[in-house]
C-alpha cells in the first residue's frame, strides 16, 4: 500500500475527528494528486457523503467514476454514489447502478454490499418483496445451518411463489 493511501486510512481510521476535520484532511491529501485524479475524487466524495453532504458527494464520485478506478474502487464508488442518489430521491437510478453491480460479479469481494444497498434500492422503490429475496440470497451462504432452504425460498420470493 503506497504512503498516501496509509495517510488517507489513517484520516478514516481517526475517530476523534470531526466530520468537517476529515474533509479538510482528505483534501488536503488528494490536492497532493492531480486535480482530476479518480482515486483523490472518491476519497473527497466518500468525506463529503460520509457528512451528510450528498449533493458534493454526488458530483465528486461520478467525477471519479468517469475518471476511471480499480475494480475495488469502482466498486466502492458506484454502491456509495449509489447510497447517495437514493437519499437524493434518485431513487430508479440508485435502484439500477446497483441492480448492475449486484449482476456484475457474484462472487466478488463485495458483492454482499451491493446486495444490501440493492434491497435498500428496491423498498425505497416499492419492491418489498424482491429486496427481501435479494437479502436473503446475500445472507444465506453466511448461514451455519439452512443455506439451501433459505436460498431456495428467496428464490420463490423472486418468482412470486412464496
Same mark, same amino acid.
Given at each position: 500500500?503506497?504512503?498516501?493511501?496509509?495517510?488517507?486510512?489513517?484520516?478514516?481510521?481517526?475517530?476523534?475527528?470531526?466530520?468537517?476535520?476529515?474533509?479538510?484532511?482528505?483534501?488536503?491529501?488528494?490536492?497532493?494528486? %492531480?486535480?482530476?485524479? %479518480?482515486?483523490?475524487?472518491?476519497?473527497?466524495?466518500?468525506?463529503? *457523503?460520509?457528512?451528510?453532504?450528498?449533493?458534493?458527494?454526488?458530483?465528486?464520485?461520478?467525477?471519479?467514476?468517469?475518471?476511471?478506478?480499480?475494480?475495488?474502487?469502482?466498486?466502492?464508488?458506484? =454502491?456509495?454514489?449509489?447510497?447517495?442518489?437514493?437519499?437524493?430521491?434518485?431513487?430508479?437510478?440508485?435502484?439500477?447502478?446497483?441492480?448492475?453491480?449486484?449482476?456484475?460479479? %457474484?462472487?466478488? %469481494?463485495?458483492?454482499?454490499?451491493?446486495?444490501?444497498?440493492?434491497?435498500?434500492?428496491?423498498?425505497?422503490?416499492?419492491?418489498?418483496?424482491?429486496?427481501?429475496?435479494?437479502?436473503?440470497?446475500?445472507?444465506?451462504?453466511?448461514?451455519?445451518?439452512?443455506?439451501?432452504?433459505?436460498?431456495?425460498?428467496?428464490?420463490? =420470493?423472486? *418468482?412470486?411463489?412464496?
Amino acid at each position: 500500500m503506497s504512503d498516501w493511501q496509509e495517510r488517507v486510512d489513517a484520516v478514516w481510521e481517526d475517530t476523534s475527528l470531526t466530520e468537517q476535520q476529515v474533509i479538510e484532511r482528505i483534501d488536503a491529501l488528494a490536492a497532493e494528486r %492531480p486535480e482530476d485524479d %479518480p482515486v483523490g475524487l472518491f476519497e473527497r466524495a466518500g468525506a463529503r *457523503d460520509s457528512a451528510g453532504l450528498e449533493a458534493e458527494a454526488e458530483v465528486l464520485y461520478r467525477r471519479a467514476l468517469d475518471g476511471g478506478l480499480d475494480d475495488e474502487r469502482r466498486a466502492r464508488a458506484t =454502491i456509495q454514489l449509489a447510497s447517495t442518489i437514493r437519499n437524493l430521491g434518485k431513487i430508479d437510478e440508485a435502484r439500477e447502478l446497483l441492480r448492475a453491480e449486484y449482476e456484475r460479479e %457474484p462472487r466478488g %469481494p463485495l458483492h454482499d454490499a451491493a446486495a444490501a444497498f440493492y434491497a435498500l434500492a428496491l423498498v425505497s422503490s416499492g419492491e418489498s418483496e424482491r429486496a427481501a429475496s435479494v437479502a436473503l440470497q446475500a445472507l444465506a451462504p453466511h448461514l451455519p445451518r439452512y443455506t439451501r432452504s433459505v436460498t431456495g425460498y428467496a428464490r420463490e =420470493i423472486a *418468482d412470486g411463489h412464496a
